[in-house]
């Protein structure tokens, strides 16, 4: 009797024991089960916002790529002209243009780099933009995918991207306007007592030792490199880079205006880096055929190589 309550007893254990272990199998496959759904949701989630984001052209931090195919003829922007001019202003306050049409709800995109512009209104702020510039403006129209552009002019001077050789009396590097390299100098006084433009007015170059005419812009390379700017003993690939306010005698009216300049050296022309000589090429090349200097990117500051040799 005794020995047939102890079998009982192994048995009711044994039988306790198998569903304690099968009641905790299912809590944890339960509890997994929740877990990946969980993490599954949130990702979806993640990519579904991801997704809409990109469709809907909200802001990022940069423009989109540039659009591989769009038009120019359909219906976007207008500034009223194809070049704006920044204005002098009251201190704080920056030179707003607005489109003078209504193209829609929309979302708006520039490219290169530099243009300061209000994605869901079209505005431009002038003052803050990268001026003496082309870009083209892109407008995707709410509920489409069709980029409208327009190309647009912001006052103002630059630099080419260059390589001067000195032997070869390449000593000037003289700025251009209005992103057109065959435009006249606007900085040229018709006589004793006219307006000039004025250039450094921050002293930028004068503190680093780049030597320009505060009338023309015009940098004088050799006696930038005679001063010192790249420090005492020159190395290849020493550069330096100013930040060169400036006003013009133009549409302007004395707005003041500012552009980046980075000048690097080096003792021969063989000895600046292919990858560097194609870039400026192609930086070049575009300048000259008056279109965008670059799609993607910031186009500033220009590069100016300087060489004693080729």
């Given at each position: 009797m005794k020995m047939k309550m102890q079998t009982q007893r192994f048995l009711i254990f044994f039988f306790a024991l198998i569903l304690?272990?099968?009641?905790?199998?299912?809590?944890?496959?339960?509890?997994?089960?929740s877990h990946s759904n969980s993490t599954s949701n949130i990702d979806t989630s993640l990519l579904q916002h991801h997704d809409s984001t990109q469709a809907n052209g909200a802001d990022t931090t940069s423009a989109p790529p540039y659009p591989s195919s769009?038009?120019?003829?359909?219906?976007?922007?207008?500034?009223?002209?194809?070049?704006?001019?920044?204005?002098?202003?009251?201190?704080?306050?920056?030179?707003?243009?607005?489109?003078i049409n209504n193209p829609g709800t929309g979302k708006y995109f520039s490219w290169p780099e530099g243009l300061v512009l209000n994605s869901t209104t079209g505005a431009i702020d002038v003052t803050a933009?990268?001026?003496?510039?082309?870009?083209?403006?892109?407008?995707?129209?709410?509920?489409?995918?069709?980029?409208?552009?327009?190309?647009?002019?912001?006052?103002?001077?630059?630099?080419?991207?260059?390589?001067?050789?000195?032997?070869?009396?390449?000593?000037y590097a003289n700025p251009y306007f209005n992103a057109n390299p065959n435009l006249g100098a606007v900085c040229a006084g018709s006589g004793p007592g006219s307006p000039?433009?004025?250039?450094?007015?921050?002293?930028?170059?004068?503190?680093s030792q780049v030597i320009i005419d505060n009338h023309t812009g015009v940098i004088d390379l050799q006696q930038t490199l005679n001063s010192g700017a790249f420090g005492p003993i020159l190395i290849n690939g020493a550069?330096?880079?100013?930040?060169?306010?400036?006003?013009?005698?133009?549409?302007?009216?004395?707005?003041?205006?500012?552009?980046?300049v980075k000048l690097i050296y080096y003792d021969k022309k063989s000895n600046v880096p292919p990858s560097l000589l194609?870039?400026?090429?192609n930086r070049e090349v575009n300048?000259?055929?008056?279109?965008?200097?670059?799609?993607?990117?910031?186009?500033?500051?220009p590069l100016i190589i300087i060489t004693r040799d080729n």
């Open positions: 304690f272990f099968a009641c905790k199998k299912s809590i944890d496959q339960q509890q997994t089960t769009a038009s120019f003829s359909c219906p976007g922007p207008n500034y009223g002209d194809s070049i704006i001019f920044p204005q002098p202003t009251a201190p704080l306050q920056d030179y707003i243009v607005k489109p933009s990268a001026t003496g510039q082309r870009y083209n403006i892109g407008f995707v129209k709410e509920g489409t995918r069709d980029t409208c552009l327009q190309t647009l002019i912001i006052g103002g001077a630059a630099f080419a991207d260059s390589v001067y050789v000195l032997s070869n009396s390449q000593r000039t433009c004025q250039w450094d007015l921050n002293s930028a170059a004068k503190l550069s330096v880079t100013v930040d060169i306010y400036y006003s013009l005698t133009d549409q302007s009216n004395g707005a003041i205006q500012h552009t980046p194609n870039q400026i090429l300048i000259v055929d008056q279109v965008l200097i670059m799609l993607g990117g910031n186009p500033r500051p």
